[in-house]
Structure formats: C-alpha cells, structure tokens
C-alpha cells in the first residue's frame, strides 16, 4: 500500500512532521516497509572522478580512464573526450543506463579491444546544455566530497509504502490509513466531500444479479456517465497515480485507480455502447472464455462470478474486466460500477486462473459493503470534472442485505488479556474514533462494527483495537518465575540429544540436510518403504520426502570428495519417511566414514576405514548412551544397500525383533551408479525408534556393586573351526561354560591359510578366570580349561589347536 | 671381636670399588646369605662367654647395619646410575605430532536448539515435538486460518497428495494443536523443529527450523508475554540489557499479536544486539485466539494465554555471525568445521550457555 504524505493530508488534519506520522504508522500495527522516491531511470547517473586517464593502446584519439565512483572497485572506462584527464569530476553512466539525449542503453562494451563498463557523458548527452565537445566538467571544491552521490535531484515525493496485514482490508485505502492515525492522536480525520451531484435521468442499462448457488456478488451498483470526452489526466491525478508506482493511462482508468486507492473502493468503467442488451451478473459456465485487459484470454469453469451481456463475459467481477467493453481515448459514455463480491468466491476463481489484481488483492480481503456509493459518486464527480459529461442516478441492485455485527465488550476483559488498564472514557474514544458505535450497558460496551472492518468479529479483536491503538509500549514486563514442575526433556530427547554428542564426539561432523532428495537416488535406498511424493517440489532434484539419509549424506561426501577432502566424518540425525501421513517417518542418525585412518602419520601405520571402525563407533556410542555391551548381539544381516558381505546388525539383546543399528559398506554398486570416488566407506544407522523406553534410571538398572580380591588367571586358547562359525557365538559358549568363573574372553587372533583347512579357520582366545570365594589351584583351573575345550568342540564342532 | 672390624673393614674397602650389581649382589650374599660371614658370626653366639656376650651381640649388630646400609646405598647408586645411563640414549624429538585423535563438530542448529531449551527450561518450559508431515487441519484450520484465508498465501506449502490434504508443516504451531487436544491446561511447552516453505533463494530455504512457545494458564497476560520473551532475548543473546519492542501485527492463530523488534547496532559490518539505534524483527507472537482454544477443547473461560514463534537458523545467525542461511544446508566441510561446535560444549545455565 504506497500514498504520499500530502496525499494522506487530503484525509488527515495533522500537525505532525514525516518522522513522526511513519513512526506512529509502525506502532499502531501499520508497518512501514520504506519512505523514499519512486525510483527514477536518471538515479543511476553519479558523480565520478577520473583517478587516471591513460592512452588507449590501439587507438589515438581514445583514452583509458580508471573511474572512482563511490564504491569499492574502480571503474575503467574508454572515453573519446579530448578533456578526459586525471582529477577531472565528471557524471558516469553505467551499463543498464539510459541516455537522455538519445534514449540509448548501455551496454558493456570491448572498444578496440578494450572493455569499458559504462560511460562518462557530455552536458549534451545528460540535456543540460547543447555543449558535446567534452565530457561534463563539475567544479571539484563543490563535488569533491560527492563522489558516488546521484547527480540528478530525484525531485519525486517521497512515497510511504506500507506492509498491511491481511486483516486489513480497511488500510488498503488512504483514508483507512488516516482513520487509524486519526484514532492514535495524530490529527483529525477529515469531512467526506459529500456535496450534492446534478443527476440527470436514471441509469437505463438493465443490471441482474441471477440467484443461484454459489453467486459470487451479492450488490452491484452502477451509473451511466454520457457524453465525455475521455482524455490524458491532469497533473494531480497523473502524480498521484506515478506516486503509486504505476503508469497513468486515460482520465477514466486513472480515476477508477485512484478511488480504488483513496477510499480503497475498486470500481470498474465499461464503455457503455460497447455493452449489448443489459448486464447479467451470474456464475460462468465451463468452457467460456474471455479476453482479459492484461490481454490474455481465459478460459473459464464452472461457477466463477463473471458480469456478461448478451455476447457473453465481459469480465471477473471483482478480479478484471475484459477487453471487448474496456474504455478507450473515444469512449463517450460509460457504466460505472461499483459493486459487492464475495471474498471466498473472489479469492478461489482467482486462484484457479492465478489472476492477481489490485481489486482482487481488496476484495478478496473484504470491501466496505456500504461503500458502493460514496465511490460510485466520487469517481463520477471527478470523471465530470476532467471530461465533462452527464451523471445518471445510480442503479443498485441487491440480492442479500449485510448486517453490521453487533459485539457485546465486557471492559475487564481488557486488562484480563493486556494485563494494563486503559480508563473507560478512553476506550470509548478510540473506538468512536475508530467508527464503533459504542453503548454503555453496565460494564459492557455494546458495540456495533463499522462495515469497514470485516476482521472484527470478537470482544478479542475489540481488545487489539484498542491495546495497538493505545500502544503496546504499555504492555508491563512481568518477570518469569523460574519454576519447572515437569522435566524438560522425555527419555526418547533425552536419547536423542546423547547419541547426537556422542557420535559426534567420535569425530564425526554433524550436518542438517534437506528432509527431500533425489527419487533417482532415494531409490537406491528405499527397500520395501513407500515413496512419499511431493506433489509441487521446489526442483525435479529435490522431488521425495527421503527414504533414508544416506541419499542426501552421500550427494554431499561427493561434494566434499570434489572439493578434496578424503577422509571426511559426517552424520545427521532426523526424520525418513515411509508414508505421507503424520506420525509415517522415524527418527534415524546416519553416519558415514571415508578414506583413511593415519593419513601420511609418521607414528601410525595408515590403513582405511573399515567395518570395525564403524562397528566400535556404533557400539560405542550405544555403551555411552547406557545400553550394556555384554547384552548387545550382532548379526550379519542389514538392508541390500549394504556390502553383502561386509555389514550387520545390532540388537539391544538377542530377543529383540528389530535391529537398532546398521554398519557396514555401502554396497559397491550403488557407489558406481551415483559415481563416488572415495577408497572407503563405511556406514551407521541408529534407529532411536527402535530403542524402547526403559522405565528404570539407569542407576536402578546397575546390579548390586560385587568385586573379588582374589587371583585372577588367563588361559590362552586356540581353536579350529568352521570358517562361517559366527566368533559371537563362540565368545558365548566359553561365557557360558561356568558365568562365575568366567570373566572375560578376549579373541586375540583369526587366522586362516597355511596349516589350516581350507574351509576352516583358527580362533585364538584369552580366557580370564577368577573367583569370588577362592584363590583357584592348580587343579581347579585344569577342570575349568578341560571343560571350556570339550564343551566348545561338543557344541561348535571346533578342534582345540594342539 | 677384632674379626668382626677386620671383616667390616675388608668389605668396607671392597664396597669402594668399581662394582657393577652383581659384583655388590655376590657381597651382599657373602655376608648375610644363608652361610655368610655374618650369618655365621650370629651362629657363634652362643659359645660366646655370659658376660662377653651381650657385647658381642651388640658390636654384631652394629656392623651388620652398618654393612647392610653401605650396600643398599651401593645398590642404589648403581640403579640410578644405570637409569641415568639409559635415560641418555632415550631422547625423543617431542615436537614431533602426536597421535592422531578425531574432533567431531554439532551443528549450530542444534547447538541452538539445547541452548534454547536451557534457557526455556529454567523458567518451567517443557520440550514437545510434533510431525513434519502434517494434515491441512492441524497446519491451517484448527489455527483459525480457514481455506479461503489470504494467511494461506504467505505460507508457500509443500504437498504431499493431490487433495492438499497433508503437507509438510508450514511452522511449528501445529504441535500446539497436538499437545493441547493430548493432554488438559495448563499448558508450558517449546517446539523446535524443522519447517518447510516451497520458498529457494538468497535468503528463504525450502527446509529451515522454527521454535514455538505456548504457555496457557489461569490469567496469564500479554504482560507475562513480554516478561517471558525478554528474558528469552537477554539469556540467548547473553547480554544485560535489550532494547525490545512490541509491534502490532497479525497472525491468524493469535489475537492481538505483536511481532517484537530488538536493538542493535552495526560495528565494523558487525551486528551487535543489545542497546543500538536500529531495530531487527526476531519473532512474531500474541495471545492464543480464542477460536483455537475452542479448537482444541480448552475451556476459554477459564484458560487463556500466549504464543510465539521464532526462526532457529536466524538466531543462530544473528549470535554466531553467521551471514549465509543456505550454507547452512550444504555440508561443506570447511563450513562445519568453522561454525560447529565441540560435542562436550553441552549448554547449560550453571555452565553459562556458550564459551
């Protein structure tokens, strides 16, 4: 919503200056997006210095100019003036401008070889004077310290443009702006100029509004105007429509513009003989088609509210009006509409035919239903004014009536919600001011709402009208209590914040990517999860909700690969998705390890990441989160985007049915198809879903604290075994052999080849033995060792290695 | 007698040698080994005369110490000797790299996320969560912003079927809808989250992440509104003073509402908050509109109370000058390397928020 001051002024009565009218605009919920001249073509000629002007090397008569124009970089320039010299201030032009003299654009240009970005320009070039032999000299004690600076005066007025909210469809036009200014203290609100128009005759172009389901308009007001002379506006309504940004065109559509902005009442002009046999206001039928005045043609569907005549559309009531009735220079009698539509119905036809307007953008918010006349007149009055003419009585046709709502304000319900009082007088003043009709009944207030304000409904929006118009500077600051009655955090946040840290403090680096990725690329990882579609995505790269975080974790390693780095640690936590419902995604931290360990270390000997660095980072993290190692179990299945052979799962205990973390490689295949080069890869994912709730603190969970003083002994162990005997399952038979005993089994060695069956492989253990209740002999430990050897051959078919 | 200080003297010379352990070890034993000398001269004790012996014992015991301590200060020196020795020939260049050790980085979204929750949890702030794909209820309609409401428009929405029905939340007031229709007043929540407009360029990302507070009580005020979201400001930013300002404004899920400006000034092209002459909008926020309450089945008549909303990444930007939103999604190395933070720098208020 842009107006100038004085333009305001024509509504308001207010000794405040400009500083003091934006702020109060700001404060009372209107805010100020910017107060400054319409931009103008000539902004971009500045005020430059030659630093140095050199000859041109291919060309005599030319010379090389390094121009300083206010910013950073220096400008070079190719100049033919004989007066281009160093020190000179001159007026440069960049590229983008347009020349007065000639209307020429500038362009960056090679001029014999040279590149010169913009120009410096003679006083005939600018149209100061018929001067064209050099470039313009300005006296240097006068500009020296305007470099950079506009050298035209941008003499336009400055323009307030103001970011309404939806809500209100009132302050769209100028004299909205100036009640609310007016409610606030700053000034009076004018008188309405409602001085008596000479009718002559009656409007006699037949106006219905059809009943039907879904009529979009509910009054349609008009007048004939006849016999003018449509012309170019006069200067006050052509500056008032550039003020706006926009192009004057003819008086009648400058008028019609100007109500629209004045007293935000859109209003439409048809050439009156262009309209054939009365006007129908009805809902349009599938299929129709018109010729809009943005001189595209639509084409309609069923029940958009269009005003038509017997040929058909003339246009979208309330959205645009179309070619075949539009007035021209030698229009010479025209309907003047001025009508009701309905914003749901305004706001959907629009949507569906993405037509956007400044009527639609009004009425859509909701219009003044009792505003038909009083713009109806004002535009007519003007209209006779500029082109002469004769003004019909108006023509209203209605098919609903609007009752103004009626609010019944309890006026502690203000300070209950502000926490402030305002004293009664007070509020009674604001909301006359404001155009409520207020009573008094007890400690209510009976209000009724002016038909402006379609956005107050409540005692709520009555307690915003007067809290912003009163100011919320007075709104006191009550001081928190610092009291927490329930953790902050549940277990499953809890979970989540611990496994981010630690995970990240293994050294990986912890990113945040976009919740969608690639279909192409989520394919790879989906499995047997359903693909969610975004039905309008930003791009065709960007087109699913992801399956898995690998896609979007592997597209940005391969950045990093391409930027150099090799051995790169990155993990995110958060939300796949399976379905398009609430509630169809699960909270998962992915992890990828690439290239090397030690790269280029003296001391250690570099070796790339393999499935143990992931399988100890995974392990180790769940240990730090509170889940007991000596519990966990592993297996070797993990989804196919997983080496086959190199991966696996951990459960929380062997009786689980869901894994809750996956390691391994990613499989080689889906590395070729996205074209990552990296020398190794390896991968975790944590399901936190996965992990259920235990009900016990995890200090309620510790066994009783039990020790053994007495001595311990190691036994070393080597057994042959099936090579696909799974090395967990061993570690669990010798645990079991005697769990008093037993403390710990450590495997030091795998070895296969030489001396060893081809399909078979060598286990090396370290058994630790020790007791609660004795110092073992020499005989005791015998029969602990021959029973960890027989029941490891009986139950695993392993031969003890002699 | 004369044999006992002829013996300690002769082992007192031969202590002074060049001897190495072993050499001092042979007269160690010679002396007190099982048959040494000393020993032996112990087992004379008893063909010792009465009235000699007690001497005898005494002038023993005494060589014996005597003796026992000159070796094991022999025994020493030579020990450290040999320490010294060997401490010459094991110079290691210290300069030299260490091990290699592994630092991992959080993201200043979460970063950010913890901070604010310390923060929101001191003053009785619970954290709750809510789904990222949403249904049009929960997103629009139940918010009081109903399907022909030109608030929709500013919300360019993601959807997730042809129907609209579901979507990718547009911001994070739908988990004040959850949290209200799961459980009874009063209500004191935050929700951080991610949130997602099909908005892309210099300044919008299509995914970014909001946090939304909603305190709903008996008789709480705009006053505790403000109260609560000065405090918020001054921890966050961890300065004394804020300029803070209310602001009219308009949201459809809160009436009246305010969006709220706080103070800064620019230094060296450098954003300060606190006390300067120019204004940044932080948040936008108001009193729960009644039309939602009744929405979630809150009892209006006995509950009101507020709500705001504010931009994570934003934030972040703002406390850790940070100038690029997008960067923030791109994972460059270099970039999370830069702005992340250590794993053990867990926010906390006894701790203080950050280093």
New interface residues.
Partial sequence: MKFTINWLKEHLDTKYNEEKIINKLTNIGLEVESFESQSSEKDEFVIAKILNAEQHPNADRLRVCNVDIGREEIVKVVCGAPNAKKDLITVYAPPGAVIPKNQMKLSISKIRGVTSYGMLCSESELKLSDESEGITELSSKKYNNQIGKKFFKNNSPKTIDLSITPNRADCLGVRGVARDLAAAGAGKLKKFDDSKIKFKGSQKIKVKITKEKNQGCSVFGSCLIKGIKNTESPKWLKDKILSLGQKPISAIVDVTNYIMFDLNRPLHAYDADKIKEGIVVRNSKKGESFEALDNKKYTLKDNMCVISDKSGVLGLGGIIGGTRSGTELDTKNILLESAYFNPRSIRKTSKLLNIDTDAKFRFERGIDPNSIEEGLFKAARLIQKICGGEISRADVQKIETFKKIQIKFPITFFENITGFKVVEKEIIKILNDLGFVVKKKNNDLSLTVPSWRPDILLPIDIVEEIARIKGFDQIKTELPEKVRDRPTLNKQQKLFHFLQRSVASKGYYETVTWSFTDSKINKLFKEDMNEVEIINPISSNLNVLRSSIFSNLIIYLKKNLDRGFKDISLFEIGPIFNGNKPGQQKIVLAAIRSGKVSRHNWIEKERFVDVFDAKRDAIQSLVEAGFDQNKLYINDKAPSYYHPGKSGSIYLNKNENNPVVYFGEIHPNILKKIDVKTEALVCIEIYLDNIKETSKKLKDQKNQYQYSDYQKSERDFAFVIDKNFKVQDLINIISEVDKNLIRSVKVFDVYEGENIPSDKKSIALNVTIQSSEKTLKDEDLEKINQLIISTVESKSGAKIRS | MSDIIKIKEEYINKLKDNLDLNNVNQLKSELFGKSGIISNEFKKMGSVSAEDRKKFASDLNSIKNELQILIEKRIQDIEINEINLKLQNEQVDVT??E?????????P??QVI?EI?SI????????Q???????EY?NFTALNTPD????R??HDT?????K?E?L?RTHTSPVQVRTMLSSKPPFKIIAPG?T?R???DQTHA??FHQVEGLHIDK?I????????L??FIKEFFEVDKIRM??????FPFT?????VDIGYELKDGKIIIGEGDKWLEILGCG?V???VLKNVKVDTSKF?GYAFGMGIDRLAMLKYGINDLRA???????W??HF?FD??D?PSSYRGLSR
Avoid: W
Avoid at chain 2, 129 to 135: Q, S, T
Avoid at chain 2, 158 to 162: E, I, P, S
Avoid at chain 2, 245 to 250: D, G, I, K, L, Y
């Fill in positions: 030299l790299p091990r290699s050790f592994n630092r991992g980085k959080i993201h979204v979460s913890d929750s929101f949890s001191e003053i009785g702030f619970s954290v969560e809510g789904p990222d794909v949403e249904n929960n022909n409401h030109p608030a428009d500013m993601f959807y997730l079927d042809n609209k579901f990718l991610r997602y099909s908005d892309s299509p995914m008789n005020n705009m006053g505790h509104l403000k109260g609560c000065n405090y300002r209310f602001r009219p404004s308009h009436e009246p509402s305010a969006e009193m509109h009644p039309n009101q923030f999604f791109e994972t460059d190395y270099r999370l390397n992340g794993p053990l867990v």
